[in-house]
């Protein structure tokens, strides 16, 4: 499915640094965050909280960092994916209609996948989110098998 959108080459690459700008931002934040949590936890080791509830309170603390990172760490998952689809020429096609995605919704969100309508469906349950993953060894598998029939068939 090739890019439909008539996104001019000057807009795709206008996308494409917006993403890169998002992603090492990212990055920049994930770092600090790891980062920071390891020192706490190093100065914890030396000055280990007496009281239970600021061992609680530190336990806390780092779980929600944690939990930071790894919504950090799927944005730039997205991200890195919205980057493919500007390479293979699927950016600004929505994964579940096939329809475009409009360039308003774009610059607010470099890296949708779907259109507002399918996102919509998505979030009242009505439709699943594809999994990639699954496709794509579905697909090396259909690939494989087809490539087999036709070394027999040699």
């Not at 931002?25 to 509830?53: C, K, W, Y």
């Not at 209609?97 to 890296?111: C, F, H, Q, V």
Request: charged share 35%; glycine share 4%; hydrophobic share 30%.
């Amino acid at each position: 499915m090739k890019n439909n959108n008539k996104l001019t080459q000057k807009e795709l690459q206008k996308f494409k640094e917006l993403l890169l700008a998002k992603r090492n931002e990212i990055f920049g934040n994930v770092l600090s965050m790891e980062d920071e949590t390891l020192r706490r936890q190093r100065s914890d080791l030396s000055n280990m909280p007496i009281h239970m509830a600021d061992i609680a309170t530190d336990n806390y603390e780092t779980e929600y960092t944690l939990e930071l990172v790894g919504s950090e760490r799927k944005l730039m998952q997205e991200i890195d994916e919205a980057l493919d689809r500007i390479e293979n020429g699927t950016y600004a096609i929505c994964e579940g209609s096939g329809k475009s995605i409009p360039k308003t919704r774009l610059e607010a969100i470099p890296w949708a996948r779907y259109c507002v309508e399918y996102a919509r469906l998505l979030e009242k349950g009505l439709v699943r989110e594809k999994d990639s993953l699954i496709e794509s060894i579905f697909n090396d598998q259909t690939d494989e098998e087809q490539n087999e029939d036709s070394d027999e068939t040699s």
